[in-house]
């Protein structure tokens, strides 16, 4: 199987599955396929995909980063991104690399760890995943109990809770309860397009500091 994946080109925004992998097997090829690569994974009960993100996948993914990074540095809330690492429970049969994700209330208890075993350490308090290409797996967070999960499909972002082990979709994000993002971040994630990533990121702050000007 590593001699074909060598071989295996997957064009961007296209994906491919592969059935009854073992838990040994994924662990080979994630070390096969390396850490810099531009591919992201998900695996779940033996079926394997491998993806290729487009370039509009990776711009939104940057920008709504940066917007999260923001309103946690206006915040003062020491935070931790960890990018697309991998994350994977061999008891629970499951893993996956986000687009991006963030520990926040945990911060502090992996603070200065280069690695992360979830079946000892908490879950990142909050995943992103871009749908450009319907590549979103709901049910591998739910099973890894990452608390909150933002999906940006369409021009929208849906916010994900998980209550009882399950996700229920949220008009507001627990992390950040005072500022309504479901609309704002759509809005200014297009204003980067028209005027530019610096100038957006300057305004966007400084909404962040009026609505906490407000809330004191």
């Known amino acids: 199987m590593l001699l074909e994946l060598k071989r295996l080109e997957v064009p961007p925004g296209q994906k491919v599955l592969l059935r009854d992998v073992s838990w040994q097997e994924f662990e080979a090829i994630l070390e096969e396929l390396g850490e810099h690569r531009a591919a992201r994974v998900a695996y779940e009960n033996g079926m394997l ?26 915040l003062d809330i020491e ?7 991998t994350f994977k429970n061999q008891l629970m049969n499951k893993g996956i690399e986000p687009d991006n994700c963030f ?5 502090a208890v992996v603070r200065g760890r280069d690695r992360l075993d979830l079946t000892v350490d908490p879950p990142p308090d909050l ?14 967070y739910e099973a890894l109990a990452v608390p909150e999960l933002w999906r940006f499909e369409k021009s929208k972002l849906q916010i994900n809770v998980l209550q009882n082990g399950k996700y229920i979709e949220s008009t507001s994000s627990p992390t950040f309860p005072n500022f309504p ?9 297009q204003q980067c397009k028209t005027v530019g990533r610096n100038k957006t990121m300057r305004a966007f ?12």
């Open 181 to 189: 993002l479901q609309q704002v971040i759509p809005e200014y994630l």
């Open 103 to 107: 520990y926040i209330q945990n911060e």
């Open 79 to 85: 935070f931790l991104p960890l990018g697309s690492t």
């Open 49 to 74: 995909e491998i993806m290729t993100p487009l370039p509009e996948h990776e711009i939104n993914k940057v920008f709504i980063s940066n917007f999260v990074e923001i309103l946690l540095e206006e």
């Open 127 to 140: 995943a992103l995943e871009i749908d450009v290409s319907s590549r979103t797996h709901p049910s591998i």
């Open 205 to 216: 702050r400084a909404w962040v500091r009026e609505i906490m000007s407000k809330n004191i």
